[in-house]
């Protein structure tokens, strides 16, 4: 039987094959690391079958100079970034940390990157549109931030809005509010303000979407929360769900922009909507 070697690249990396192993603990990184590989690769070829196809990047990591005090064993080759690459292009999205890290060390799971309105970690409140500020009081999780988290809530409230002519005391506490008939209400609405149910979802982290439910975790600098395995399961799943993450920003953004063209006739009428969903007692 003959074996032939493509190129110089191949032969490096079948070389390197050929390793003792001399502990448990090393044998079990090594094949972690293999079926890493072989998973990404089988990936590429079924979702992206053209772009396999004709891809011309190496399916090897390149070796330079002198690479025996270089281990390669935890990084991509370049076909496997370039995988990832069409993934967060194509089918969902991935932090930038995420994506940047996978140029220095292994992917093992797919990363849950949170892309619903964290207003909640270190001064992400600051950084919120005004549309989500005018939004806070009239959500649970804003709500309990303005009363019990920040001690000064209201009147940081009042001051964003004095302009707008919006006062706190003005905004029910939502628990007096009947969810069902906000619904009903909303429903029967031309403008974007329909979509006022949704936009306090994305709010309480409450859509049953993992990209916007998801909170960032402040242990891992933002990266990511969760994460899911390589598989043709995980990933048709997170692109069904994100197309449907899709859809949701984009009709919550619709309303965000509508109160800001005119934030003080329209935030009167977000205020008379909310009147008339109190539960009535």
């Not at 303000?193 to 949704?198: G, R």
Request: net charge negative.
């Amino acid at each position: 039987m003959s074996f032939v070697l493509i190129s110089t690249a191949e032969a490096l990396y079948s070389l390197r094959q050929y390793q003792f192993t001399i502990n448990p603990v090393k044998a079990l990184d090594y094949l972690g690391t293999q079926l890493n590989r072989y998973q990404l690769l089988a990936l590429y070829q079924h979702f992206f079958p053209s772009e396999w196809a004709t891809s011309q990047t190496s399916l090897y990591f390149p070796i330079e100079g002198n690479s025996k005090t270089v281990s390669l064993d935890n990084h991509h080759s370049p076909r496997e970034l370039e995988f990832i690459t069409l993934v967060y292009t194509h089918l969902f999205p991935m932090s930038f940390w995420a994506v940047e890290s996978a140029h220095e060390e292994r992917l093992q799971a797919i990363p849950i990157t949170s892309m619903g309105v964290d207003w909640q970690i270190e001064e992400g409140i600051e950084n919120l549109r005004m549309g989500w500020k005018l939004l806070l009081p009239f959500s649970k999780e804003g709500r309990y931030w303005l009363d019990d988290v920040e001690p000064e809530g209201s009147e940081w409230f009042d001051s964003e809005f004095e302009t707008h002519q919006v006062s706190y005391k003005d905004t029910h506490h939502p628990e007096r509010i009947d969810n069902k008939q906000l619904r009903r209400l909303c429903c029967k609405l031309t403008t974007p303000l329909q979509f006022l149910p949704l936009a306090l979802k994305l709010l309480d982290h409450e859509t049953g979407n993992i990209w916007l439910d998801e909170s960032p975790d402040e242990m891992s600098y933002g990266l990511y929360a969760s994460s899911f395995p390589w598989s043709k399961s995980s990933i048709n799943f997170l692109h069904r769900k994100w197309k449907q993450a899709s859809r949701i920003l984009d009709a919550a953004y619709l309303l965000i922009e509508w109160l800001e063209t005119d934030m003080k006739a329209h935030a009167q009428l977000l205020l008379q909507l909310w009147t008339r969903a109190l539960e009535r007692r």
